[in-house]
């Protein structure tokens, strides 16, 4: 239910399941993630079970249905018996009526094959959003981009080269250097970084004696990946002082608003601005965010995004670069902020774009380009 009132699933399940055994989390956080990544299929299947609409239901119904059809048509290890009987006994709690209706629903439910009305409830994905990747990348890496957002993702972390792989976990090597797939459970404390998010920082080119800027550094990754370059200075900010708490005292870490005037009185060799956004590269990861997300949001963001390039260049030495990337798969925030913030600017060379799509690439999807300053 808190993810139905905007909050994020894997913030609220870390707080429900920190005092559950360590198998019983995993299950809780597999369903949990499962329903929502393919809740388009299992509203399907609810409908073809029941015979009813899921906005017919009060939304607790829909939620058990959801949890108990995931479990018996997506996952080996449940007995259907007892996803049944659970399942019953959590719609008693909300309504005893329902327990009936949910019962009859769920003995109706098998594991044959289905033929899904259309390819937007066969990839569990908005019709709307669908058909934006097909108009941006093609249908055949739309269709990638949506069938990567169904599966778990890997989890990766960052050893900076020339550092030992810790001793208590087992990683293997990626095509990015610096950067390690983990195959054993992540230890309490270690920061995962996501593959794409450590491929775009290189594009920054950045070299011993630098001054570096961090716009939008929350949680402090892509900051303590920067600092294995000696710079002469970093400084990492952000709008959110909790989420700033989480970049290690590395650095000068400063609390700013970067869509206003920055109050710094030098200019920076290099500047990252990883801009806030819809996040829609992220699907796998954060699968609620294809059903929050709506059309008029990437106008929204972009309002937001051009704001804090703006900010940015004004603090770029001559000769510097600035790297703005999202992990938005939309033109809304990627290209068309570029462009228009750079329109008729002579002193400004867009060097690079660089995209990371899921399903073509490890890891989220990422926009990244780099603007020179001349």
Known sequence: MDVSQEA?????????????EKRDAGLASQIVFGCLRYQAQLDYLILLYSRR????????????????????RYLERIPPHAAVNESVELAKAHKRAAAGFVNATLRKVIKENVVWPDLARELSCPAWLLDRWIDHFGSDQAR???????????????????????ADMEVEPTA???????????????????????AILPLLDLQAGQSYLDMCAAPGNKTLQALETPLS????????ATRLAAVPPVCPRVVLDATRSLPFNRNFDRILIDA?????????????????????????????QRRILSSGLQLLVSGGKLLYATCSLEREENEEVVRSVTANRGDL???????????????????AAVLAKL
């Not at 200075?233 to 959110?240: E, F, G, Q, R, Y």
């Not at 929050?292 to 106008?299: G, Y």
């Open 53 to 72: 609409l899921p906005e017919q239901l009060d939304l607790p119904i829909v939620i058990v249905l959801r949890m108990a059809i995931f479990q018996m």
């Open 176 to 198: 990015v250097s610096g950067c390690f797939r983990l195959l054993t459970p992540c230890k309490s404390g270690r920061r995962l970084h996501d593959i794409s998010s450590q």
């Open 349 to 367: 060379l867009c060097e690079r774009e660089l995209w990371r799509l899921p399903g073509r690439e490890e890891g989220d999807g990422f926009y």
């Open 8 to 20: 994020y699933a894997s913030d609220s399940l870390r707080e429900a399941t920190q005092l559950l």
């Open 276 to 304: 806030p956004c819809s996040g829609t590269g992220t699907l796998a990861r954060n699968p609620e965010i294809k059903w929050r997300v709506l059309p008029e949001d990437f106008a929204r963001f972009q309002a937001k």
């Open 233 to 240: 200075l970093a400084v990492a900010c952000d709008v959110s």
């Open 144 to 166: 990638s981009i949506a069938d990567a957002a169904l599966r778990e993702p890997e989890a990766y972390i960052r050893i900076p080269p020339g550092s030992a792989p810790p």
